[in-house]
């Protein structure tokens, strides 16, 4: 039997401790949250609907080769994932100018950028997730040199797997948030998840199909959600 000792609750994730020091339970919760927790409801579906789409790609992701903390689906709203220490940044990458970087920048969203631009995020709700650069990461020694290099690296990388397959299924990834963290051996590897909740994807004819559904108050959050889902499932 599993013990289920609750070692971490996120505002979109539990993670519980196993029997296996190595190994953590992440059961994904019916919670939306935006602009750090401000706007926040309970929909029913919702976790169900993350977990399976993130272990779909996280199980892509692993069979293209990347490192990853996934192992495997085990229920409907629970996964077993690498225990890992998360390094606390999130890692964006942009195609295509929308949300705060269309703020920041004062450009209209929607604008394809011609290099994919990568940045970083220190991940502290206290603070509000600033946006840090390369040289605040090595202050705040999150990562050295080289690991920034390899993060920004792995990203594009990542990138470049996730929207061919989006793109095969007539969604245009925009954006997207990851995390990565320190296994066992010291190596890292990607973690957290990948979902409509951490990514925009726009349709053909410029839909949201993601989180922006919520933060916007466009429509239905799961309708959406489970339009991805399906669509997912015709890359199999
Ligand atoms: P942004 O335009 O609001 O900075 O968001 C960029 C991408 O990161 C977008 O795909 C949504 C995702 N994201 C998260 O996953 N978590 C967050 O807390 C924020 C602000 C954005
Ligand atoms: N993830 C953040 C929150 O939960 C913000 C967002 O995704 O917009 O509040």
């Not at 750090?36 to 080769?65: D, H, P, R, T, W």
């Not at 269309?102 to 991940?123: M, N, T």
């Not at 245009?172 to 409509?196: M, R, V």
């Not at 004819?205 to 959050?221: A, C, I, P, T, Y």
Request: net charge negative; aromatic share 10%; charged share 30%.
């Amino acid at each position: 039997m599993m013990t289920r000792q609750l070692i971490y609750s996120g505002k979109a994730k539990d993670i519980f401790a196993t029997e296996d020091e190595n190994v953590i339970i992440a059961q994904y919760k019916d919670q939306a949250t935006a602009f750090n927790g401000v706007k926040k409801e309970q929909i029913a579906g919702k976790g169900q609907l993350n977990n399976q789409i993130s272990s779909f790609i996280f199980e892509k992701l692993n069979s293209a080769g990347v490192a990853t903390h996934f192992i495997e689906k085990i229920s409907e709203t629970e996964q077993l994932n690498k225990k890992v220490r998360i390094i606390p940044l999130e890692v964006v990458l942009r195609n295509v100018t929308a949300g705060s970087f269309s703020k920041r920048f004062g450009l209209a969203e929607g604008i394809e950028l011609e290099q994919p631009i990568v940045e970083f995020y220190y991940k502290n709700d206290d603070l509000d997730d600033p946006f840090i650069n390369d040289e605040h990461v090595t202050f705040l020694k999150l990562a050295n040199e080289k690991e920034i290099a390899f993060l920004k690296e792995e990203t594009r990388r990542i990138n470049g797997l996730l929207s061919a397959w989006f793109d095969q299924i007539g969604l245009k990834l925009i954006d997207f948030k990851l995390e990565f963290g320190f296994d066992q051996e010291g190596k890292i590897i990607l973690a957290d998840e990948f979902s409509p909740d951490n990514c925009r994807l726009w349709d053909a004819k410029g839909n949201h199909m993601d989180k922006d559904v919520f933060r916007r108050s466009l429509g239905e959050l799961t309708d959406v959600y489970e339009v991805v889902w399906e669509k997912l499932q015709l890359l199999n």
